[in-house]
């Protein structure tokens, strides 16, 4: 059965770090990617971050770049996103994905992820 577990949301003020941690079962993550997305109240969903695990190639949204990082441990089966400088703008609940296809992930296709975990809330505020 394949799921995803993300972990590490919290309360955290602006300037401060959470480190997210997204753990597959019921798949190898070596064999494609994953992608964290996040949604704001009243907010579409959209795309942070991903990673090819075959390649370790990333990518990541404007708003994103320079303050998370992603990265996977393929022997804990585990990808995390380390987020600093955190602003209220970040906000929201977190979803990792697995990514369905075995070329560069794209955070702009949704359709390109086809399994989703519960979700991590993140609020930053003072």
């Known amino acids: 059965q394949v799921q995803l577990v993300e972990s590490g949301g919290g309360l955290v003020q602006p300037g401060g770090s959470l480190r997210l941690s997204c753990v597959a079962s019921?798949?190898?993550?070596?064999?494609?990617?994953l992608g964290w997305f996040r949604q704001a109240p009243g907010k579409d969903r959209e795309g942070v971050s991903c990673?090819?695990?075959?390649?370790?190639?990333?990518a990541y949204a404007d708003s994103v770049k320079g303050r998370f990082t992603i990265s996977r441990d393929n022997a804990k089966n585990t990808v995390y996103l380390q987020m600093n400088s955190l602003k209220p703008e970040d906000t929201g609940v977190y979803y990792c994905?697995?990514?369905?296809?075995?070329?560069?992930?794209?955070?702009?296709?949704?359709?390109?992820?086809?399994?989703w975990g519960q979700g991590t809330q993140v609020t930053v505020s003072l």
């Open positions: 994905a697995r990514w369905r296809f075995f070329w560069q992930c794209d955070i702009t296709a949704v359709n390109g992820y086809d399994k």
């Open positions: 990673i090819l695990s075959t390649t370790g190639n990333t």
């Open positions: 019921g798949f190898t993550l070596n064999s494609g990617g």
